[in-house]
């Protein structure tokens, strides 16, 4: 997908971080947006961002992790617009860990957002998508795009289960591309895996609807999710430059999309280490 003006954008986790930027970069392109987010105050904001910058936009809130919220997103949107023409499923959460130790629940809550909810946008849109092909014309150049993570195809220590999301999350999305190309299908795929980003997934826990572990309860993360936030805050790239970057390689057809200079360094070393048989070392982001 080359052209975007005119076309419409579905971004989830929308109200904040990578999803506000895309939100934004897609209305200066022209486009029209759907927004969707968990939190109504933050996405309220967003959809005032986009409607002040001259987009037509509906804001919807949507937990990704229930698919009949996602179904009614996929309603919602084909009603407003006719047809959607990239589908972003971007919405994450981050739970840090020794994997052991992290409870069944917090394992739950970020395979439901990380991995579920991008599976049941696929499941929501992409009968949806696929007739709208079919029918040919302008409405036929369709893009899917699903926010991954440098630690979707890397690892490190004390984050099993944001890593382990997120490399389901990076997996699903090559085998989407797969089976779109078996079935004939020439809808695009891209999996996004951003390096540091100014956003406050460290803070996600805010929207979690039960009971976040205590930090006496879960020390491993509550500072690895206090180290992420300094990192991201003092050398992340502002979302709006993140998406920017984003839609350059959407236009480019690029499948792996990473935000930072740094992606052959970071992947090589585990690239080596499998070639080698050996564990790869954790990743320097």
């Not at 990704?64 to 006719?82: H, K, Q, R, Y």
Request: aromatic content about 8%; proline content about 5%.
């Amino acid at each position: 997908m080359q052209d975007f003006a005119g076309k419409t954008a579905v971004i989830t986790g929308a109200g904040s971080g990578i999803g506000r930027g895309m939100a934004e970069v897609a209305a200066a392109s022209g486009m029209r947006v759907v927004a969707a987010d968990v939190q109504r105050d933050a996405l309220d904001e967003t959809v005032a961002l986009v409607r002040d910058a001259g987009a037509e936009v509906i804001g919807l809130v949507t937990d990704v992790a229930d698919p009949i919220a996602v179904d009614a997103l996929a309603d919602a949107a084909f009603a407003a617009f006719g047809a959607v023409h990239l589908l972003h499923n971007n919405a994450g959460v981050f739970q840090a860990g020794i994997s052991w130790q992290r409870t069944l629940a917090d394992w739950e809550w970020v395979m439901r957002v990380n991995f579920w909810g991008v599976l049941h946008g696929i499941r929501s849109f992409l009968p949806r998508l696929l007739e709208q092909e079919q029918r040919g014309g302008p409405d036929a150049d369709i893009h899917v795009l699903n926010t991954s993570s440098l630690a979707g195809i890397t690892t490190v220590a004390y984050s099993g289960p944001y890593v382990v999301s997120k490399f389901a999350c990076a997996a699903l999305t090559e085998c989407l591309a797969h089976d779109l190309r078996a079935q004939g299908s020439a809808i695009g795929v891209s999996c996004l895996v951003p390096g540091a980003v100014d956003t406050g997934i460290a803070q996600s826990t805010r929207n979690r609807p039960d009971e976040p572990p205590s930090e006496a309860q879960a020390p491993d993360h509550w500072f690895v999710a206090e180290t992420l936030g300094q990192m991201t805050r003092e050398r992340g790239l502002p979302p709006i430059e993140a998406a920017r970057l984003v839609f350059g390689g959407i236009a480019a057809g690029d499948f792996w999309i990473c935000t930072t200079e740094a992606y052959e360094d970071i992947l090589r070393p585990r690239t080596d280490a499998m070639l080698a048989r050996r564990l790869p070392p954790a990743a320097q982001y």
